[in-house]
C-alpha cells in the first residue's frame, strides 16, 4: 500500500522506502508467478486535491494543496502488471470507499498479505479493518515502515500479532511456495 514515488523520499525508520520497495517487489514476484491475486493499493486524490481529508488537528501528517502527478506514481520496482488489481484511495485504509472487501470475496479470498508505508497509519488502518471484516492476515514485517521506529515497532509487537501473523519477505515467500507444492 501507497508504494508510490512521493514515499522515496521520505523519512522513515527502522526500513528505509528502498527496502521496502525491494521486499514487495519480492512478494509480488512471488504470488504472481503462482497466480495469486495482486492488489495495489495507492493514494489517489485528484488534481485539486479537494477530496483529500483535512480535519482540524494538533500534528497534520501532510500539506493541503494538489501533489505533483508524478508524486502518485507506483514506484517501478513493483514491475506492475496487467493482471495487478490497482485500488485508489482518498483516506488510510484501503477499504474505506473502495471496492476491494468486494474483489476479495468475488474471488473468495481469505488471507491477505500486507505491507506498505506507512505501518501505523495506511497498513494498521487497513488491518484493522481486514480484522472487523474476518480475513486472515499475515504481516511482511520488512516490508513496511513508519516515520519512526517506535510508531513501526508498536503496530508490528503490539497491534499486528493480535489480528494476524507477522512474518518476514522471506518466511512467507517460502510458506506459500511450500503450500502450493503440497497442493500440487
Not at 484501503?94 to 498479505?113: E, I, N, P, S
Not at 486472515?136 to 508490528?156: G, L
Request: charged residues 20%; neutral net charge; contains cysteine.
Amino acid at each position: 500500500m501507497d508504494l508510490q514515488e512521493m514515499m522515496r523520499g521520505r523519512p522513515s525508520a527502522p526500513h528505509g522506502p528502498k527496502q521496502v520497495f525491494d521486499q514487495a517487489a519480492k512478494l509480488l514476484a512471488s504470488f504472481r508467478a503462482h497466480g495469486a491475486f495482486v492488489v495495489l493499493v495507492k493514494i489517489g486524490y485528484s488534481s485539486d486535491a479537494k477530496d483529500r481529508l483535512s480535519p482540524l488537528c494538533d500534528a497534520p501528517l501532510g500539506k493541503a494543496g494538489p501533489m505533483p502527478a508524478d508524486s502518485l506514481a507506483l514506484v517501478p520496482e513493483l514491475n506492475v502488471q496487467p493482471s495487478d488489481y490497482q485500488i485508489a484511495k482518498k483516506q488510510w485504509g484501503a477499504f474505506y470507499g473502495t471496492d476491494l472487501d468486494l474483489q476479495l470475496r468475488r474471488r473468495g479470498m481469505k488471507t491477505l498479505v500486507l505491507t506498505g508505508i506507512s505501518t501505523a497509519f495506511v497498513v494498521e488502518s487497513t488491518a484493522r479493518d481486514a480484522y472487523e471484516r474476518g480475513y486472515n492476515q499475515i504481516f511482511a514485517e520488512d516490508a513496511m515502515t513508519a516515520m519512526t521506529a517506535e510508531e513501526h515497532n508498536t503496530a508490528v509487537t503490539r497491534i499486528f500479532p493480535r489480528i494476524g501473523l507477522v512474518r518476514s519477505t522471506a518466511e512467507i515467500c517460502n510458506a506459500f511456495q511450500a503450500a502450493l507444492s503440497q497442493s500440487a
